[in-house]
């Protein structure tokens, strides 16, 4: 029997993760950087982009006060060139931006958006090391968005070391969960993927949704990064990447999103329903309400 | 200034995983493999000793009446030996067996022997597949047990893809987590690690504890095994093994426990306190009570 024409549509989406090197502090810069990386994309064929964390201003800021010097709300320039791309490249993007809050604050968000404008923006919720100077964490749930091309969830970077977190993604039917990502390099044993990578692969496997994580190259003020872009199916195998530490790319694969609904890894094990709530309690037990 | 003595006792325990092959219904068969096992440890050095889930029975059972046959309780022939063994050569023992319980129920259990007898008893609250026909789930959470080692948990082979059930583990102050496992070949992509070898990798990352999983191998009743023994350090690299699907074997290496008590990756990060556990409820909030 042929499949419905909606079958056909989401059979395969073209998924594209973009390594890049922005330049903290450098915001025309990263603008180009991002909408070169975008463009490059969608040549080949992409309808679906995610760039790396804080991708708009750069990670290792020096303090408090160039991080507010370079932060962006939902109308700042870099996020009206982004929509402006999505809507002219008919893509749905993902990426990671220095977001102004309202008193001075600052988050680490990403921006999911598509042909039609910002759809979701989620605050990263687990800071890692010297975020905890600069941003104030996010205190919602992270967010699934029912796209033209699929359900995608976000999370950001140490947010993946915290599998609590990627269930509630499951949970909430995410297909692909996208992870724009900046991993400092701590050094891993010769021969052995970075356990970031690792981590990227268990929680896909436990949940049986795809990931596609876009990390970010180069040194910046001194931090060097692991890279790391990879996209992994539901079984927890890359199948594009993961990119190396040393240069700007990108991995892509066209993935079929409606098999990340089938829970079953056999007639008898579902890895959502096999999990023991009467002994531990399910991640989304008390659900935070998403902030306005 | 020179360590004192408990933590010279305490610097590195030696611990071995045997990967063998049991065959399903041959019980002194399978007595005379896991003391051989066993013996062949101690001559190098062990400490700790792991053999694989059902290591006492075999794992493809025909039908209930076939497992009810090859249950022991815990003052069966093949747990008396083991603790005989486990005190002749002053180790801790963990291993699996087919546990019979009151009314004819069955669980797939591990025990911990250390040299004064059984120290307790894990009953896999995660049945596997054709599992769900022969054995009645466990209801108690996942114990730690403090021995003269160090502090150490069991779970049993599935268990492992419920990462909340691994935090269990770590909540409770487990510095390794011993698995029997039995992993069926489920096939993998030329050139990857089976995923079930990268979920304990994750697992002991995310937690920053040892895991020590030994896994059977050889081809029972059609089911072939892939192995997969291994040790992993707290950043979630193997230090020993993984071993392939072909042979017995043992991996071995000597862990430093008190290394797992530190949960910190960074002057601001700590795997367990960094939880948002005011977004998704903690494991422990609904810590069942241990069955008698």
């Not at 962006?72 to 993902?94: C, K, P, S, Y």
């Not at 029912?146 to 359900?151: E, I, M």
């Not at 180069?218 to 872009?229: A, C, F, L, N, Q």
């Not at 579902?270 to 309400?289: C, G, K, Q």
Request: with cysteine; net charge negative.
């Amino acid at each position: 029997m042929a499949p419905s024409a909606p079958d056909i549509l989401l059979a395969a989406v073209r998924v594209v993760c973009c390594q890049i090197a922005p330049r903290v502090g450098e915001l025309a810069y990263n603008r180009r950087l991002c909408a070169q990386a975008i463009r490059n994309a969608a040549q080949d064929g992409a309808q679906l982009v995610v760039l790396p964390e804080l991708a708009q201003s750069g990670y290792v800021f020096a303090n408090k006060a160039e991080a507010l010097s370079l932060a962006e709300a939902l109308d700042g320039t870099t996020l009206r060139e982004w929509q402006e791309l999505a809507h002219e490249l008919n893509l749905v993007l993902v990426a990671g931006f220095c977001e102004l809050l309202d008193g001075n604050e600052l988050s680490n968000s990403a921006v999911l958006i598509d042909p039609t404008g910002v759809r979701s923006v989620y605050r990263k919720a687990h800071l890692w090391d010297q975020e905890k100077r600069f941003f104030t964490p996010g205190h919602a749930s992270p967010p699934v968005i029912q796209t033209h091309l699929g359900r995608i969830g976000m999370v950001i970077c140490y947010d993946l070391e915290f599998p609590e977190w990627v269930r509630l993604v499951a949970l909430q039917g995410a297909q692909l969960l996208c992870v724009p990502t900046n991993w400092p390099d701590g050094g891993h044993p010769t021969g052995e993927r970075p356990s970031e990578v690792v981590r990227v692969q268990a929680n896909a496997a436990f949940n049986r949704l795809f990931i596609a994580a876009s990390g970010r190259c180069g040194t910046e003020r001194d931090v060097p990064w692991i890279g790391g872009s990879v996209i992994v199916d539901c079984d927890g195998y890359p199948v594009a990447g993961p990119l190396g530490p040393d240069a700007p790319g990108a991995v892509w694969v066209s993935l079929p999103l409606n098999d990340a609904d089938n829970k079953w890894v056999n007639a008898n094990n579902h890895v959502l329903n096999d999990r023991r709530t009467d002994l531990y309690p399910a991640s989304d037990t008390a659900f935070p309400r998403r902030s306005p």
